[in-house]
């Protein structure tokens, strides 16, 4: 069975997994791809560097997926940039990532090193007109057809002997062994099928943990104080919902007490389903929920409500009440309507707190890219994608 493969090189004390993940998240985002697969395994041969292999998941042929990760790296905002972006971000400044997108059912073999300053690629492909070798970088392109130049009586080895030998000094993965000192192409093959660990993809990681940091990150964006007027009792249960856990870390580290902002509204948002003004609910408002006619099928999905939609002042209409609602996945955000229609909001709930503080940040080039790719993803899951 023919291979296809893209993979990331790259040193693990300069690119950590959080890293990778916010990266692919980041470079995805505009993409229908439901379930990202990223796999990290050691490099035998090419010592201090690791591999992170990419596939969309998706069940299509080797044909369709080459396609897919040719179109996505060659992207201007391509897993390998957003990777450095993320790092650097995390404090990992200066490093230099490559990679490969490999497949052995065609012609291609596309190499790429990447830096702050820039990056070169170079390639070997089937064209529309045959086979074709390039090199790229951010000042200059050049591409060139290739031809084995074989006697008509050749045989079909030797014209296939020919051909590899024409092709080998512009393949990629040649490119990447000269740059790393070390065979790459059988390094990346090995471990290919040794595994070491899986990194889930998010834009925001999950659970108590990080939404308490995301707290945190609004408070200072904000200038306020972490868990002011938090209450020392956790939340309440709602029409016999318990909060779920990522929801109390939330009430522990809100400023509830901003003497600077006592309305608390969050105004003119528009991530997914998520428009208008919000504000999140205090534990008066938890508990009146007990009492709201019609939460009975909300709690019944166990949906905890968490915040207060109205629509946007410059809508020009009548304002649309709706609660906006966490599953029990502590996750996953709804828009109930009426306390009877809930449809997916969009973001996470820890892609909503990040989108808030840098809505109100002054953001770098990356951070327009992170709050860009949430939208994208936001939307795309709100219409059911």
Known sequence: MATTFAALIFRPAEIPDRALSQGFAVALGGWDVAAPRLFVAPL?????????????????????????????????????????????????????????????????????????????????????????????????????????DLPETATAQEERDATDRAIRPHRGSTFLSAELGAPVLGALMGGLFAPERRVA??????????????????????????????????????????????YAAFARAYDWADPADPEDLYRELAIGAVEGTLRFLREDELLGHEREPGWDAAAARQLYPIARLSGSALGGGAA???????????????????????APAGPTFGELLRYLSLGWSRRSDAEEDLIGALMLRARLRSLGG
């Open 201 to 246: 993809v998010h834009l925001v990681e999950p659970g108590p943990a990080s939404i308490a940091a995301e707290v945190e990150r609004l408070n200072r964006v904000l200038r306020r104080e972490d868990g002011r007027g938090a209450k020392a009792a956790p939340p309440p249960p709602v029409r016999g919902v318990a909060p779920p856990a990522t």
């Open 320 to 342: 649309q009440r709706a609660i906006l609602a966490l599953g029990a996945d502590g996750e996953q955000l709804w828009v109930v309507r009426g306390g009877t229609s809930a």
């Open 44 to 148: 035998p041969g090419v010592p201090g560097y690791a591999a992170a292999y990419y596939s969309s998941g998706e069940p299509a042929g080797g044909g369709d997926e080459l396609d897919h990760l040719a179109e996505l790296f060659e992207d201007e905002l391509s897993p390998p940039v957003a990777v450095l972006d993320a790092a650097e971000g995390l404090g990992h400044a200066g490093a230099t990532i490559f990679a490969l997108v490999f497949s052995e059912e065609v012609v291609h073999d596309d190499g790429w090193r990447f830096e702050a300053s820039g990056f070169v690629r170079h390639f070997v492909r089937e064209g529309e007109d045959g086979l074709e070798a390039g090199v790229e970088t951010p000042d200059r392109s050049d591409l060139v057809a290739i031809d084995a």
